[in-house]
């Protein structure tokens, strides 16, 4: 039986980074990947649906070019060509499906298959045993499918089967109004389709500052998609080919006719082949338990990325990858805590938010401060033609200091990484309202709001919302 010092399960972001750190202490390492290696963001999540969002960019776009004095005749549109798209970006972007990643040349023993434990220092892979000194788990998640009657007899689509449809459904239900949700659902909107966001809590993005959620809420209705709030859906039938749902609406009964449902209500640890039970690895409910420093209950075996939950990014993961490696071989272990994760959602108009909500600061009993700037107020949006959105800052006014900023509006995402600097970095807004920013350029809009006056929290800061 091959013993090697460390045996990584996973591929993806986590699974690789963990793997290449790890063979710089001069280990003997294996990586077992049952799909293709970069993970789900590659290949049935950040870039595919990206490919796609960028697609239908495109096709609403020219609605609106006339004012640009280009008048347009559209003479046909074709989804599949779109879908095509997105699959060459995947291809440029994720390279050879079936490379090793340049594992071998690292010394990295890559095994293409399913690994399943035998007990906690043994894995079967392809019929063969291997034994492990230490293990890093790294498979990631799976969608979360809730449990409603009806559901699977009826049929439904996750984001991987969202990204290889050949037609476009002419009436699409979509379970959850996160991130995975809104994206998807504003792309095949934008593609023509009919488009009805179910989502259980009061609003969508919940983990997002309230003011930017209440934005994006209100942009995505004004291009024709439909929002059930405090929604749940009691079961699915299907009726003369259509997909039936009967849901409760604050308290009332609603009936939902639809061609397709998309499942979008979270994710899973991806761990049913593994057999943790054999290793006696304990789970946290949706997802392995992991201390601070990326141990699971057993101490040889460590977890990192999306499969013990957190943050579900892949900056989170590659950076927990380098974490769990340096922790198993190195002198000194510290915790993973990354103080300041940068989040997107690739709407449009984009959001990004780094460090506490509004509703977070003050639950944490910080005395809050609050600065604002519209991007109707930007002359470089007034100049782009969008000047929706806006950047909203959390400063912690007993210490002088920046602990949140959200945003929505064109360029967000690219936007957000100055003023995560400045959190991480517990500089005060001023640093930023210190800094020369280019003239015309969107980062002025960071620089405008640390310029602005401090409005101290009052029940709901008012917020123009005819941005």
Not at 87 to 99: F, K, L, M, T, Y
Not at 326 to 353: K, L, M, Q, W
Not at 396 to 418: N, Q, W
Request: proline letters at 4%; hydrophobic letters at 40%; aromatic letters at 8%.
């Amino acid at each position: 039986m091959e013993s090697y010092d460390l045996i990584v399960i996973g591929g993806g972001s986590a699974g690789m980074k963990a793997a290449r750190t790890a063979r710089r202490y001069g280990v003997s390492v294996a990586l077992i990947e049952e799909r293709e290696l970069g993970g789900e963001c590659f290949w049935a999540g950040c870039v595919p649906t990206k490919a796609l969002i960028r697609a239908a960019e495109a096709w609403n776009s020219l609605e609106d070019v006339s004012k640009y004095g280009v008048d347009v005749k559209i003479i046909g549109k074709s989804f599949q060509r779109a879908m095509e798209y997105k699959d060459a970006v995947v291809r440029e972007v994720g390279g050879d499906p079936n490379s090793d990643g340049g594992l071998s040349k690292n010394g990295i023993r890559y095994i293409k298959g399913t690994a399943s434990f035998q007990d906690p220092h043994t894995v079967t892979i392809n019929s063969e045993d291997l034994h492990g000194h230490h293990f890093l788990l790294a498979t990631g998640t799976a969608p979360f499918i809730p449990p409603i009657p009806g559901l699977h007899e009826a049929g439904y689509i996750t984001n991987r089967e969202a990204l290889e449809l050949n037609e476009l459904p002419r009436r699409i239900a979509v379970l959850g109004g996160g991130p995975i949700g809104l994206e998807f659902g504003q792309a095949y909107n934008r593609f023509g389709a009919e488009v009805t966001i179910i989502e259980h809590s009061s609003d969508i993005l919940a983990h997002e500052d309230r003011d930017i959620a209440r934005l994006a809420h209100k942009f995505l209705s004004s291009e024709g998609m439909h929002f059930l709030t405090n929604a749940s859906v009691e079961r699915v039938t299907v009726e003369n080919n259509e997909k039936v749902l009967t849901l409760t609406v604050n308290d009332a009964e609603y009936v939902l006719k639809c061609d397709e449902i998309l499942v979008a209500t979270g994710r899973t640890a991806s761990v049913s082949r593994l057999g943790l039970e054999m290793a006696g690895v304990a789970m946290d409910g949706r997802y392995v338990d992991v201390n601070s420093f990326l141990q699971t209950s057993q101490p040889h075996i460590y977890a990192a990325g999306d499969i013990s939950g957190g943050f579900l990014f892949t900056h989170v993961a590659s950076y927990e990858g380098k974490i769990a490696a340096d922790n198993i071989f190195g002198d000194n272990p510290i915790p993973s805590r990354p103080r300041v994760v940068p989040r997107c959602t690739y709407i449009d108009p984009e959001i990004a938010s780094a460090g506490m909500t509004e509703v977070e600061a003050l639950d944490s009993g910080i005395r809050t401060g609050v600065q604002t700037f519209p991007f109707k107020q930007s002359d470089r949006a007034i100049i782009y033609g969008d000047t929706r959105g806006l950047v909203k800052l959390i400063a912690d006014l007993d210490e002088d200091r920046l602990i949140g900023a959200h945003i929505i509006g064109h360029m967000a995402s690219s936007l957000i990484a100055e003023a995560a600097l400045a959190i991480q970095h517990d500089l005060p807004p001023s640093a930023i309202a210190d800094t020369m920013h280019a003239y015309p350029s969107f980062p002025e809009a960071i620089e405008s709001a640390a310029l602005s006056s401090y409005i101290e929290h009052i029940p709901a800061i008012e917020i123009d919302y005819k941005l």
